[in-house]
């Protein structure tokens, strides 16, 4: 191998080491880091192998008698639609040779420094709008629906406050449970009209791992079960967290006050659905970190979510609804992804996050909580199911509408 090989081959290891990091740090499941690193291996006709984990990944580049290996540490970070939009683009530049390996190295550079498009306050709104709406989708009644605004309010307060600090951030997922169960069975003691557990769960739904635990599946189911099995024990601790702290605030209120009955109110009428819908697109805008133009498309996929989980539920029972909803955003998002040559994850993340068994599984520990393990165990078995439709949903689109690009 000449000099000047080396040194094309050492800059091309460069491009594809910063390339993995940027797209694991964007939020992108294993198996969509290593098709797209797959991608760039054939471009540059170089022999190479991919092992991504949540929070390492290992890489394995070059001919057989100068192949290196390299460990690459990364921090596991929120979705981030924009980021994983504008990598895609340097891919799809690079796959077709309008930009140069030092000139991509430098914008994958630029794209991983970038700070998020919305400030704090716009997140917190959203996450208070996010929970609103998902409390009027549990059926509560209005003066819920406003609780649970203040909730999430509380919990994107707790969130962003604990990470900017190194102690508090390993905590914020049990503080913030209990300041919000506290908080709610109070409320719902002075008015007890208002449904403690709906107005929680919806204050700590951003909390709540329902996608974890359905990326967690998909990778299971496509054979990276490592990365698979460190998700779905960090789903799992994650829901125990939140138990573990909703479980103290609730005890706290009853050891002060006694129990809470609660009186419910009627239910917010049924066109507060499509309102929902909208206002829980904007908030997926700001907490994906999508772009605004792509505002249009998450409103679309949080609508055939929605609606057909809601109309596939009239003839099919759960998790097989789920099935068709979710296949309905796979096909779409891939349609999407071959017109616009942007990422499917636009419309697959947000449209998979309305429909995950988050909100499931978190009943599913209040019943074992409250010494009602079969009634636990039944309902934890069909959030696992869901999660399971889930991923092969989201796969079985790749039949239907097969595309190329990775992400």
């Not at 109309?311 to 779409?332: H, N, Q, T």
Request: net charge neutral; glycine share 6%; charged share 15%.
């Amino acid at each position: 191998m000449t000099r000047l090989t080396r040194d094309i081959r050492r800059k091309q290891s460069k491009v594809l080491l910063k390339m993995a990091k940027a797209i694991s740090e964007a939020g992108a499941p294993a198996h969509r880091l290593e098709s797209s690193m797959e991608v760039l291996l054939e471009k540059f006709q170089m022999e190479g192998n991919f092992f991504a984990m949540p929070t390492a990944l290992f890489a394995t580049l070059g001919d057989e008698e100068v192949q290196r290996t390299y460990m690459v540490r990364t921090t596991p970070k929120d979705v981030d639609l924009e980021k994983l939009s504008e990598l895609n683009h340097v891919i799809e530049r690079l796959h077709n040779d309008e930009i140069d390996i030092v000139d991509a190295y430098e914008e994958i550079n630029t794209i991983s420094k970038k700070k998020p498009r919305y400030n704090t306050t716009m997140i917190a709104f959203a996450i208070g709008m996010a929970s609103a709406s998902l409390a009027g989708l549990f059926q509560g009644s209005w003066m819920d629906v406003l609780v649970a605004f203040l909730m999430g309010l509380m919990t994107a307060t707790i969130v962003l406050f604990s990470t900017k600090h190194k102690h508090l951030a390993l905590l914020y997922t049990p503080i913030a449970a209990t300041a919000v169960g506290l908080t709610s069975m109070t409320i719902s003691h002075y008015y007890q009209t208002i449904d403690h557990f709906i107005v929680s769960l919806s204050g700590l739904i951003i909390l709540v791992p329902g996608l974890g635990i359905t990326i967690a599946i998909r990778e299971l189911s496509t054979g990276h079960l490592v990365s698979g099995s460190a998700r779905m024990a960090g789903a799992v601790t994650t829901f125990l967290l939140l138990s573990f702290g909703l479980a103290l605030g609730f005890m706290i209120v009853i050891k002060v006050f006694g129990s809470v009955e609660v009186h419910k109110l009627e239910s917010v009428p049924n066109w507060f659905v499509y309102l929902s819908i909208i206002i829980i697109s904007l908030a997926f805008t700001i907490l994906f970190n999508a772009k605004y133009v792509d505002f249009i498309w998450i409103l679309l996929t949080a609508t055939i979510a929605i609606m057909g989980s809601r109309y596939a539920g009239y003839w099919l029972e759960s998790p097989f609804s789920s099935f068709v909803a979710v296949l309905c955003v796979s096909i779409a998002g891939n349609i999407f992804s071959l017109i616009s040559k942007k990422p499917a994850s636009i419309m697959h993340i947000p449209g998979v996050m309305l429909l995950v068994p988050g909100s499931i599984g978190f009943k599913s520990l209040e019943a074992m909580l409250d010494n009602q393990t079969i009634d636990g165990i039944q309902t934890a078995f069909s959030a696992l199911l869901i999660a399971v439709a889930l991923a092969i949903g989201l796969i079985a689109g790749n039949l239907f509408v097969p595309i190329r690009r990775a992400l």
